[in-house]
Each structure stands twice: as C-alpha cells, then as structure tokens.
C-alpha cells in the first residue's frame, strides 16, 4: 500500500503548466507587449498550425465550443422547426445550440459500449424534416463516422461533429484512410476549454471544414455577419478566440500527440488493473478509432455507485459522472424536443451506472497504483 501522501486530481493542469511554464511565460507576455489583443497575428498562426495538424482546409477559431456549434447549425442554413438528431447521452452544448436557434433536437440513444451515437440509431430516429445530426465524439473516440455519412448522403443531411471531447484521434475508413476526428463530418466543432484535451487559459473553440462556402459562412457569422468592415451581410454573432489563448493553445498544440500517449498510457494501465473485476466494464476501444481519452469512463454493472464514490472518496480519490441526467430527461428541452417521452434505454442505463476517474497528462505509476488499488478494494 501506497503511504505517500498523494494529491490526485481529476485534471492537473497546474502540473501540465510546470512542464510549458518558460514557453507560455514568454508567448503570453509577448501577446501583451504587441497590444494585438484580438485577431492579432498568434491568432493566424495558431490557425494555420491547427490546419496543418488536422489535415483540414479551413480552421476558423471562435469563442468557445458552444459557439461553434451555434455557428456550425447556422452556417447550414437551417430554419425554424427543422429536425437535427443528436444524442442524449452527451453535455448540455450539443443540443442546447439546437433549441436556441428555434430548432427540434431529436434526442436518440447511443451504443452501451462505445458511448456513442451509430448510423442505424439515427436512421431509425429520421423524419421528412430533418436537416442535420450532430454525432459527438464522446469521451475520446470517434462515433463510426463512415456509416453516418453514408446515411447523411442518401438523405441530404448535414453532419457536424461535436469534436469538444476528441481532438487529436483519428478515424480509419473501411479502405484504410485516416483522418482526424471533426474533419470527417461537412463541419467539425471544438473546444479549448481548460480541462479539454487542448485546453486553453480560459474560453476558446473553433470550426474546421472543407468546405469553402461553409467556411466562408462560419467566417461571416463569427464576426457579426460583416464581410467588409460596418457592412453586414446577414445577422451573426460576435465569436472570437483572443489572441493570449491562441498563444496558449499554439505551444500547447505541439505537445497534443505526447498528451494523448500520455493519456492513453494511464488508460492502458486503468484497463490492466480492472480486467479481473468482474464487476466493471472498461472503456471499449472502437476499432475504427484512436483513443485519446478525454474521460476514462467505467460501467459498474453491478453494485452502489454512490457506495463506490463514497468508498474513493475516503481515500482522497475524486471521481465524477459524466452525465447523471440524460438531455431527454432535461426541464430545459421539454418543450424543444421533437420526440418527447421516446424511451432511451442504454442511455438511462449509462445515465445510473457510470462513473469517470482521475484522467490527465500528469498521472505517474504512484498515482495510478493508489487509484487503481483503491478501485479495487472496493469489490474485495
Ligand atoms: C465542452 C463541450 C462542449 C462545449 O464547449 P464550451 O467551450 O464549454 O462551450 C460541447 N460539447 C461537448 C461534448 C463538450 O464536452
């Protein structure tokens, strides 16, 4: 047993921090000194390395990622009462952009094992109204992306992906291709939110596309509508990345793969130490997708999860649930959803039965043998 007295948090970006502490310093105050505070020159560069990263024609960096999603549905021309089918199963922004713009989210179930929204969950779930699906690439990994466009192309519908949780995975076509998760659907939606995968010092998100006109829309509607300066082609928002961040987020990016590893690295050691308990499910690796394991999220098939909590949290162990109520089950979307009172059992079910624990790029062997014996002693 462990007799260290051991700090372990769910996300540890002060020790992330002490690793990029003189890059940072000196970016941030760099930032400061040229007084470019918005749209200045790290906003471009930022852009242009994120381009080169994603392998995507256009990146257009906005305030946050709900934000983006807002942008991405308005981009697409949607109107009033269109149905866009989203999972219910996921955080609150993917369908709360949805009913904002006077839109029907259609809240669908999602696969038990992946955590993930399929091709045939949606095609069950389409009407002769809807217009878009936003699949969420949740906790790390991709949704099987290949069915879903296939399904989006026969019926004419948009895909934009909620990328927030899964930058940096890469999604691999049935003929062997790979491509970064958000650069599969027409538009893909980010996050920079601290605790993200790539998170910066404060708000931040981006759209990625291929597409130009989308582009050029997502463009125009960030920057409330106005392609020429005082002159306002259509009604937009005013959505920007400040440049402090993008400087954040440009160093930050370089280190993106070597997080994930190290990500994956606690994941792989998290799945070792729990494949003799019976009673937990470990995170299920789609095989189409890389893993970078924004959460590592458990099933406990059996047993009080209020028990395991409390029993972790005894020992100094935090742990979350990512999400204790479905968005079908939300006072907020009663009157917006399109299909209210449909039944989602495998989202109820993971609703009731997961749990997420410590997850960042600082975990060392100490901390994660602490973790993992405490989850342990708990089914002894
Ligand atoms: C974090 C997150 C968002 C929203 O991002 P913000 O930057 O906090 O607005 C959207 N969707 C998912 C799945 C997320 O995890």
Do not use: W
């Not at 099987?144 to 895909?159: K, M, N, T, W």
């Not at 790539?198 to 708000?203: K, T, V």
């Not at 019976?278 to 406990?300: C, M, N």
């Amino acid at each position: 047993m462990n007799k260290t007295a051991i700090n372990i948090q769910m996300v540890d970006l002060k020790g992330q921090y002490r690793h990029i502490r003189e890059e940072v310093d000196a970016a941030v105050l760099e930032v400061i000194r040229s007084a470019a505070f918005v749209n200045g020159p790290a906003v471009k560069q930022f852009q242009a390395h994120m381009e080169d990263y994603l392998k995507v024609k256009h990146v257009i960096p906005c305030a946050n990622g709900t934000d983006a999603l807002q942008i991405a549905l308005m981009a697409c021309g949607l109107e009033p009462g269109d149905e866009v089918v989203v999972p219910a199963f996921t955080y609150v922004s993917s369908a709360e952009v949805i009913a904002l713009l006077g839109l029907k989210p259609v809240m669908v179930d999602v696969d038990p094992d992946t955590f993930n929204v399929t091709a045939d969950i949606i095609a069950e779930a389409l009407t002769p109204r809807t217009r878009a699906v936003i699949p969420v690439n949740l906790f790390g990994q991709s949704c099987d992306l290949e069915p879903i466009l296939a399904l989006a192309r026969a019926r004419d519908l948009y895909v934009i992906e909620d990328n927030a949780q899964a930058i940096g995975a890469d999604y691999t076509f049935a003929d062997g291709h790979r491509q970064k998760t958000g650069t599969v659907g027409h538009i893909g939606c980010t996050s920079f939110y601290p605790s993200k995968n790539l998170g910066a010092y404060g708000d931040g998100g981006a759209l990625y596309t291929d597409d130009d006109e989308l582009a050029q829309a997502c463009r125009l509607i960030c920057n409330h509508g106005q392609n020429k300066r005082y002159y306002h082609a259509r009604v937009g928002v005013n959505s920007r990345l400040d440049s402090i961040q993008a400087a954040i987020l440009d160093i930050k990016l370089g280190h993106l793969d070597a997080y994930a590893a190290a990500r994956r690295r606690a994941a792989d050691y998290y799945d070792a130490a729990f494949s003799d308990v019976d009673e937990l499910q470990t995170p299920v690796r789609h095989p189409r997708s890389t893993h970078v394991f924004h959460q590592y999220t458990l099933i406990l098939k059996a047993g009080d999860r209020n028990a395991l909590q409390a029993h972790l949290s005894e020992r100094q162990i935090p742990s979350m649930i990512y999400y204790p109520v479905a968005l079908h089950h939300q006072e907020a979307f009663k009157e917006a959803m399109a299909n209210p009172g449909t039944p989602l059992p495998h989202t109820e079910y993971l609703c009731d039965r997961v749990i997420s624990l410590p997850m960042h790029t600082e975990l060392d062997e100490d901390a994660l043998a602490y973790i993992a014996e405490g989850v342990r002693a708990f089914f002894k």
